[in-house]
């Protein structure tokens, strides 16, 4: 018996939720199921199984790269970076417009 069946999913399902999906996955690497079975007893595609199969692998490559919170830390870190990077930029326009103002030179837009 598989982990869907156990689950009580049944043959009828007609929304796949990342939480059946995934149960179906676990069930085909450990073995549980084939492709193909899942597909005739599910009235899915293979393509649509292996496709899940592909994405799932890749939440678990990313999973396994970094936590989430991780992510969340390196993005504020080069928000930060790049709006001081901005504020730099702004400074040195700033200046470069005095600097012309001051050698009688009009200033370009």
Same mark, same amino acid.
């Given at each position: 018996?598989?982990?869907?069946?156990?689950?009580?999913?049944?043959?009828?399902?007609?929304?796949?939720?990342?939480?059946?999906?995934?149960?179906?996955?676990?069930? $085909?690497? !450990?073995?549980?199921?084939?492709?193909?079975?899942?597909?005739?007893?599910?009235?899915?595609?293979?393509?649509?199984?292996?496709?899940?199969?592909?994405?799932?692998?890749?939440?678990?490559?990313?999973?396994?790269?970094?936590?989430? !919170? /991780?992510?969340?830390?390196?993005?504020?870190?080069?928000?930060? /970076? $790049?709006?001081? !990077?901005?504020?730099?930029?702004?400074?040195?326009?700033?200046? $470069?417009? !005095?600097?012309?103002?001051?050698?009688?030179?009009?200033?370009?837009?």
């Amino acid at each position: 018996m598989t982990e869907q069946e156990q689950n009580g999913a049944n043959q009828d399902v007609k929304r796949w939720t990342a939480k059946r999906k995934a149960a179906l996955i676990l069930d $085909l690497i !450990k073995g549980t199921t084939t492709v193909a079975q899942a597909a005739r007893t599910y009235d899915l595609t293979p393509a649509e199984i292996e496709e899940w199969i592909e994405e799932g692998l890749r939440g678990l490559e990313n999973n396994l790269r970094s936590r989430p !919170k /991780d992510v969340a830390e390196q993005y504020e870190s080069q928000i930060k /970076d $790049l709006q001081a !990077k901005v504020g730099e930029l702004v400074l040195e326009i700033d200046v $470069l417009k !005095k600097a012309r103002r001051l050698f009688g030179q009009p200033p370009q837009e």
